[in-house]
């Protein structure tokens, strides 16, 4: 599948945001006022919101296959005061308040391994199946304001040995005067990784190189890439949000050069519905 050349992806996921009526019901106050931190509970107790997007993304890290893809979306949550336990995607955790101005955030998450069949034009026929993972992450964000229009943060993702560790370090700015969690918000990262984290995505061994004809690569740890994240959230309704994402990440030279790498760089655009309860 072609490219979506990445201007066009940005403006369209940005205009099927504002499909919104103009007036939205009026919600308590998010943990923080950030699209990229949901919250669904309305301050206190229980919030469950489920449904389901669309995708249009690259068919593995570096990939130049595109594909889309139907995946359920959503949260389920529980709230007291500034503590939040969540499930979210592949992700099961707790996120708080340190301070008006700390958001916390620890927990687990799923993380799948490159399989040969991940390239449907045999791109990857050959290579051994790597290992799927489950890994603790921690993370923190500090707003550089009373109001999180600006913030800086950072994660560290780890497990076992074949995963390695993955620290990303962001910063981020969000528009509009929504204070519970909706509107814009737009973010940039950049990420580093030890060399097992970044063999197991773009490494070829000596016998994955002997089975697939690839040329055996070795990769060191270190800087891994950097990317560009646009995310918009919106109630339609008393209970139906919309939740559209766009994102572009460039990768460091040396995997850009390893042979499962096809680009050296991926986008993807995304558009959900969930209806909360």
């Known amino acids: 599948m072609k490219k979506m050349p990445y201007m066009l ?13 103009a007036e939205e019901p009026t919600r308590r106050e998010a943990l923080v006022p950030l699209p990229s931190v949901l919250d669904f509970t309305d301050g206190q107790g229980w919030g469950i919101a489920l449904g389901g997007g669309v995708e249009y993304e690259a068919a593995y890290d570096g990939s130049d296959e595109y594909e889309i ?14 503590n939040l336990l969540f499930w979210e995607g592949t992700e099961l955790g707790w996120r708080g308040l340190a301070n008006d101005r700390l958001l916390l955030q620890a927990g687990a998450r799923y993380e799948s391994g490159l399989e040969p069949d991940d390239s449907d034009d045999g791109r990857l026929d050959g290579i051994e199946k790597r290992d799927s993972h489950l890994v603790g992450f921690l993370e923190a964000r500090q707003a550089l304001d009373g109001d999180w229009r600006n913030w800086i943060g950072g994660r560290v993702m780890g497990g076992e040995s074949g995963f390695g560790w993955l620290g990303v ?13 909706t509107g814009t918000e737009v973010f940039v990262f950049s990420t580093f990784g030890t060399d097992d984290f970044i063999n197991k ?18 990769l060191d740890g270190g800087y891994r890439s950097t990317g560009l994240t646009l995310i918009d959230r919106r109630w339609i309704t008393d209970a139906i ?10 990768y460091n030279s040396d995997i850009g050069d390893s042979p ?12 959900s519905v969930v209806y909360a309860f």
């Open 169 to 181: 370090l962001a910063a981020g700015h969000r528009f509009g005067a929504a204070r519970d969690g």
């Open 241 to 250: 949000m919309i939740i559209g994402q766009a994102g572009i990440e460039w």
């Open 9 to 21: 992806m940005l403006a369209t996921i940005t205009g099927a945001s504002f499909v919104a009526r």
């Open 260 to 271: 499962i790498a096809r680009n050296d760089y991926e986008g993807e655009i995304g558009l």
């Open 201 to 218: 995505d773009f490494g070829v061994s000596a016998e994955d190189a002997a089975n697939s004809g690839l040329a055996e690569t070795d």
């Open 69 to 82: 893809e139907l995946d359920p979306a959503g949260a389920i949550q529980w709230r007291t005061g500034n």
